[in-house]
């Protein structure tokens, strides 16, 4: 494949993992940034990074004109596979009312009724919304049909955009919320019943096609001890974990991800001072989930607390504790949540710009967690970054410095988007 010279670049956030400074492990090292570089893409990887003045050779030649260009976003949670909006729902939390899982079942009905092929297409757009702001590796879930038949079809589609490289990660949430059909009553099966049903035969069809399982550990979906016979059935079927805990109160879910050993534990609103501790205890070597007697060894690594700005912002909840989490040493990721419930919105630049404004991040804390934090998140040193050897997954922006995705919240920045060494369309 033919090598390409990318030059005038202002900025360039390599963001490379062997330079990371133990003295600022959630920040950027100085040398982590280059000024007036270049970057050689070889084989849709990076070949060489460095100053301009420096630069090799190439097949060709792409000049920025004095852009900065950073990793493309790693948007590690996200909920692509869904039909309808929830407008009128959103409009009415807006006017006051609270969320409430409950709505997860509007968008269920509206799934299960989309054929294969709208339910592609719309998955896809939303992939292409994501990727024209800058993201570059995208995981989503399954978790909008609730049934074995239309739990299976989401994995299916998500596994199949895995395959061509749409997307990068698949998950299974069938434990999103218990559906009408198992409310206990006529005869029916009740809460218990589907908790059986998600950890037994529906897990069994689903897992060939995915690499996670998610739970929604929360009040009105699934309690902490519900949760983990789900974890612990995905462990043992080869699935990596993942929660969404403690969104809407201490719902025992970060507690339960810490010591699973969980990759993420996403929302993380209602946090205390134990919660924040147990995630901090991850990430220090000592008590790495592999270590611990009595945890899944699924995967070694932190637990890493994934923030979701644009959700706290569309739910109005108090927005994760991202600076206490860092100053507590726990490892953070930002991630959209794009779903049509509570943040109908993939746009990662405007969740940075959010953790900066209102989080208390600083802007290299903010980038790493969109970047590094997310590929942490998602088990992968391929991406998130742009040392040699990492994807080329460039995100070039409209502006000479990175600092212009807070300091112009909301502009249109991203001016150019390269996935796998190539510019998207
Ligand atoms: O991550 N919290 C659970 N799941 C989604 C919301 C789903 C919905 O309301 O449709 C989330 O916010």
């Known amino acids: ?22 003295s600022t492990p959630h920040g950027v090292a100085d040398s982590q940034v280059l000024h007036d570089a270049a970057l050689v893409i070889e084989d849709g990887v990076i070949a060489w990074t460095g100053c301009a003045a420096d630069a090799p050779s190439a097949d060709r030649r792409v000049d920025v004109n004095g852009r900065a260009v950073l990793p493309g976003w790693v948007d590690s949670h996200s909920h692509l596979i869904f039909d309808g909006d929830r ?30 092929e709208r339910l592609r297409e719309l998955v ?6 994501a990727v ?17 038949e239309h739990e299976l079809r989401s994995a299916r589609l998500a596994s199949s955009l895995v395959e061509s490289g749409e997307l990068d990660e698949a998950t299974f949430l069938g434990a999103h919320l218990v559906p009408a059909e198992f409310d206990g009553r ?33 009040a009105g979906a699934f309690d902490p ?13 080869g699935l990596g974990l993942r929660v969404h805990g403690n969104q809407l109160g201490r719902s025992g879910g970060v507690a ?16 205390s001072t134990d919660d924040v501790d147990a995630l901090a205890a991850t990430a220090s070597h000592a008590t790495r989930a592999t270590d611990v007697p009595g945890r899944l060894a699924v995967d070694a690594g932190p637990t890493v607390a994934t923030v979701l700005p644009a959700c706290d912002l569309s739910t109005r909840a108090p927005l994760a504790p991202a600076r206490d989490l860092l100053d507590a040493g726990a490892a953070v990721a930002i991630a959209s949540n794009c779903n049509p419930g509570t943040s109908y919105t993939s746009a990662m630049g405007f969740c940075v710009a959010t953790a900066v404004l209102q989080m208390h991040l600083s802007l290299a804390e903010a980038i790493r967690a969109a970047t590094r934090g997310g590929a942490l998140a998602l088990r992968r040193s391929d991406v998130g970054h742009l040392a040699v050897g990492a994807r080329a997954d460039l995100h070039v922006l409209d502006a000479p410095a990175a600092i212009h995705l807070a300091y112009r919240p909301g502009m249109p920045l991203t001016h150019q988007v390269w996935r796998h060494g190539a510019p998207t369309p």
């Open 1 to 22: 494949m033919a090598s390409t010279l990318i030059t005038g670049i202002s900025e360039l956030w390599t963001l490379d993992p062997a330079l990371d400074d133990p």
């Open 256 to 271: 339960l991800a810490a010591e699973l050993g969980a990759a993420s534990v996403d929302h993380v609103n209602h946090l």
């Open 186 to 218: 006529d005869g029916r099966p009740g809460a218990e019943g589907y908790v059986e049903l998600v950890s037994g035969e529906m897990l069994a069809a689903v897992a060939p096609h995915v690499r996670w399982i998610d739970v929604f550990c929360e």
């Open 124 to 129: 896809r757009g939303r992939i292409a919304e």
């Open 225 to 237: 001890e519900q949760s983990e016979r789900v974890l612990r059935a995905g462990a043992a079927a």
């Open 87 to 116: 407008a009128a729902e959103f409009e009415a939390r807006m006017a006051g009312e609270a969320y409430a899982a409950g709505g997860i079942g509007v968008t269920t009905g509206a799934t299960r009724s989309a054929t294969d």
């Open 132 to 148: 024209a702001g800058g993201t570059t590796t995208m995981e989503t879930k399954t978790g909008y049909g609730l049934t074995l």
